[in-house]
């Protein structure tokens, strides 16, 4: 059973770099599309974009200036990077499988981290 | 980008009876060298993230209980829950993967009335 946890700080100040980690278990990174998606508090959910296990990438136009996706297959884990953070990009932030040809739904996702931005 | 839209935004329906959810895209979702529609359901219960329900708007994903079926194609799509039972209470998305960036509908709360 393929299994997904973020990790990272849950509180970021403004204008400094969100940065989160997603750890794959249960299945290997390899060959798959690995996607960010997140949720403000009570709102609704927003994809980030995704990374194959390759390194390539597609990002969300909305935040492409600001995202940047790495994987590190020896450690089966993806990160994120969204830099100069505002209060707007307080949300939950989702790990999610994304199926092996780039479209496809999420079919596994981790359990989410709130992440805080506020000094 | 390929917006989604919901309706309604919240629904109210007593056990054992049927839910109805909608879900348009503008524009078309549906591929036409496949003939499939891109588009995917998630429950989301408080607390926790999205659970996949359906694909390919109709297919269900393994384990979820045959009450769940999806219908549609092009632009007009429906989830339907034949008989709701408690546990349904939730918030449902649709989302299309026809094309990045990947869109969701902006939800349904689904209660029990």
């Known amino acids: 059973q393929v299994q997904l946890q973020e990790s990272g700080p849950g509180l970021v100040k403004p204008s400094e770099t969100l940065s989160l980690t997603c750890t794959v278990s249960g299945g290997s990174i390899s060959s798959y599309y690995w996607s960010w998606i997140r949720q403000p508090p009570g709102k609704g959910l927003e994809w980030i974009g995704f990374?194959?296990?390759?390194?390539?990438?597609d990002y969300n136009p909305s935040l492409k200036s600001r995202v940047t996706m790495s994987v590190d297959t020896s450690k089966n884990q993806f990160s994120l990077k969204l830099s100069s953070a505002t209060a707007a990009d307080t949300a939950i932030y989702y790990c999610?499988?994304?199926?092996?040809?780039?479209?496809?739904?999420?079919?596994?996702w981790g359990q989410g981290t709130l992440v805080t931005v506020s000094s | 980008d390929i917006v989604m839209t919901q309706s309604p935004d919240s629904l109210a329906v007593s056990l054992g009876e049927r839910a109805t959810i909608n879900c348009r895209s503008s524009p078309s979702i549906l591929y036409s060298s496949n003939f499939k529609s891109y588009l995917a359901w998630y429950q989301q219960k408080p607390g926790q993230p999205p659970k996949l329900l359906i694909y390919?708007?109709?297919t269900r994903e393994s384990g979820v209980p045959d009450r769940f079926s999806g219908s549609g194609s092009g632009t007009d799509f429906t989830l339907t829950i034949s008989s709701l039972q408690a546990e349904d209470v939730a918030v449902y998305y649709c989302q299309q993967y026809y094309s990045t960036p990947y869109t969701f509908g902006q939800g349904t709360k689904l209660e029990i009335q």
């Open positions: 999610a499988r994304s199926g092996r040809d780039g479209y496809d739904p999420s079919d596994y």
């Open positions: 390919w708007a109709s």
């Open positions: 990374i194959y296990y390759s390194g390539s990438t």
